[in-house]
């Protein structure tokens, strides 16, 4: 039997693990502005809200990972799971620097951006942070060998994630419910700071048919005089 080199190692990370890391990452790094906003929204007396803050920080990467492994699945994680860190550290870049609320019209905006307005906004700030927030654990992960995940262990697993993360708002809802409705309902721009369902669902908002009308048909009068 032959030693391996030094550095090499053929062990691999589970699949859920994986996606895990992802989105606590994402969850904790790229959020940096909302978490700061959801502390400031306590007042003075944020230090007795923290449990609540951590059960929500944990109900959040319970569903993003079920989100990632139930919805990638062979070669195609990595691709995306990559995608979603850089993305996602391009998003939190403008949330936290310049104060960017993320929903649908912001969207449609970077979608009708030109080439030359967004050489605007390139600038060594954005570089730093993207390299950051994304690159290096999209380079961590791109050289991180993944476990095989059969389709019916990955659904199984993506089932006992969803209901962990539900137990988990359940259990945060029934103790906690009085400091997440009065802060977001007072401050309701905490959910258009939050990444990465803030560009997701303004993207979504954009790309959507729109219901009031048929492709190709014009919209006709509801009534005439």
Do not use: C
């Not at 995608?83 to 550290?89: E, F, I, K, N, R």
């Not at 669902?201 to 009534?223: E, M, Q």
């Amino acid at each position: 039997m032959q030693p391996r080199p030094f550095g090499v190692t053929k062990r691999s990370v589970p699949f859920g693990w994986a996606a895990f890391a992802v989105a606590a990452w994402i969850v904790a790094v790229d959020n940096l502005s909302f978490w700061a906003g959801l502390v400031r929204a306590q007042g003075e007396g944020w230090p007795a809200t923290l449990p609540a803050l951590a059960a929500l920080a944990a109900v959040l990467v319970l569903v993003w990972s079920s989100v990632l492994r139930a919805a990638t699945w062979g070669w195609l994680a990595k691709p995306l799971w990559i995608g979603l860190l850089l993305v996602s550290a391009v998003a939190a870049h403008f949330v936290d620097r310049w104060g960017i609320l993320v929903d649908k019209g912001m969207m449609r905006n970077v979608l009708q951006t030109d080439p030359r307005e967004a050489s605007d906004l390139l600038n060594a700030w954005l570089a730093a942070d993207v390299a950051v927030r994304g690159l290096l654990p999209a380079i961590a992960l791109a050289f991180t060998p993944l476990s095989a995940d059969r389709a019916g262990r990955r659904g199984a697993w993506a089932l006992v994630s969803f209901l962990g993360a539900a137990a988990v708002l359940g259990a945060a809802l029934a103790t906690f419910y009085p400091v997440y409705s009065t802060t977001f309902r007072n401050h309701r721009e905490l959910r258009l700071q939050l990444v990465p369902s803030n560009y997701l669902g303004g993207l979504y908002g954009v790309l959507k048919p729109r219901r009031d009308s048929a492709p190709g048909l014009p919209n006709k009068p509801l009534a005439r005089n």
